[in-house]
């Protein structure tokens, strides 16, 4: 397995200085006999099931897929869909993105995730199925998640109605933890299938476990390959590979020690074929180290500028597909390297080493948050939004409506909300002026976008990003919620407060009930837009809100305003 290629400039002495560090402690040993005294001797023990998951085949049942692949062929079954959560379904994301074309050539389904609780969302993304002939993945580790659960409640009521109560199991696998609410749920409508993921795994540390190679299966890709080549990974990181040849723990050791000196933006620069794989990067990175102060800031999906648009704080990780590089890319990057940017490079041969990546970016991402001193297997601030928005949903209850706080100035059909409530002088875009003003070297800029993120929205909001990324030479990044909550949510809270956000709501087209509950999924979006919001602000971020009335409008005037 390749090694890695850094070209680090002055930076070269700190991952020198940390890899003697490291071997002096015989770390990569520790790591691998799971010593939780590498980190902070809490709780990392319990959390490093993943690490074997390449040598035990994904502990996948084979018995249970050759009879859902059965089933999926006797019911004509032509679409899969992942209803999950942040671990739980970013990696059948990538594979869906990355693989599917070429498995739907071969006859095989094509698989769908679904994250979304804004209702527009919702309605777009479950129109592009015929339910009768649709298997949901319902994945959850706990099985209380919140989005799931809604999910599954309205894709039952769909399927109870066609089929009847007691053939609507039939559309219907669990993947969960033994043990957990779904799989008494699953067993009490006979689901056609429960996988059982491992309680020693953490969710975004599970893409080779069943959450991932579940669906990667049904999809019909080639599992025994793909964790081959992660097992070859694994190997290449063993425990008696020296740091700078072990290509897991010599990428954790950069990313570990650039942070500590500053550079703490990881821009992942990612080739066209295998590109969702930033998403998942941003995911295991963000969530992991973004804790107690501290932590690395992954941006995803951050096209490419000149040398010029970029601080000194950031560090480049170029994934380069091999066989299909992006030209643009290559020159950009070189680009970066001349004008003394630290950068790594990796070279995947073809999109079925996304597998081998996995397991070298986890590997990565647990020695940087060594380097760090910190537990990347906890995510101390995801709750704090989840119970804030429990909160406004119970109030909701009572009352019959959110409580939104007053906004401090409205025009337009645009209304604005600030971390502190402080009236806003002068005119909208004046007052998104001065808090883009509040940006400084080493900030970063997130807009935390709570709509369907349709090709049209993301492209205004990709503007939006860029032209502020260009102007204050911030890094940038963009999330849709309330996939983001459990994703880079947990280091906007946790980590370092040197984010500037921009949160951007709108009221749905047209709302969607939730079967069984009081509220709606537009109550529940909003319930948790408002409850991030609140946490940001009880945390002392730099945080603006802006709802729109007219989602196509509102955006166009904020990228005409600020891009």
Partial sequence: MARIQTSLG???????????DWTEADGTRRLWSGDASLWTGDSEARWLGWLGMPAGGGALDADLVARLRSHVDKQGIEHLAVLGMGGS????????????????ERGFPRLHVFDSTVPDAVRRSLG???????????????????EPNTLLAHCWAE???RLGEADAGSRFVAITDPGSSLEALAQERRFVGIAYGMPEIGGRFSALSPFGMLPAALMGLDTGDFLARARAMAEACGPDVAPVDNPGVHLGLVMGALARAGRDKLSCVISPGIERLGAWLEQLIA????????GIVAIGDEDLGAPEVYGDDRLFAYVRLAHAPAVGQDAAVDALEAAGQPVVR????????????FFRWEVATAVAGAVLELNPFDQPDVESAKVAARSLMERFEKKGALPRPKAVLEEDGISLYTENGKKQKGSLRDALLGHLGRLSPGDYFAINAYLDADPHTEADC?????AVRDRHRVATALGFGPRFLHSTGQLHKGGPNTGVFLQITTDPAEDLPVPGQPWSFGVLAGAQAQGDFEVLAERGRRAFWVHLSDPRDGLARLRDWLA
């Fill in 346 to 357: 990796i070279e995947v041969a073809d999109p079925e080493e996304l597998g081998a990546e």
């Fill in 128 to 146: 592009q199925l015929d339910p009768e002939r649709t298997l949901f993945l319902v994945a959850s580790k706990s099985g209380s998640t919140i």
């Fill in 287 to 294: 969530e992991s180290t973004g804790k107690h102060g501290r």
């Fill in 159 to 161: 399927l109870t109605q």
């Fill in 89 to 104: 379904s970013l990696c059948p994301d990538v594979l869906a993105a990355t693989l599917g074309a070429d498995a739907r």
């Fill in 10 to 20: 002055d930076s070269g002495s700190l991952v020198e200085s940390a890899a003697r």
């Fill in 462 to 466: 990709q503007a939006i990003r860029l």
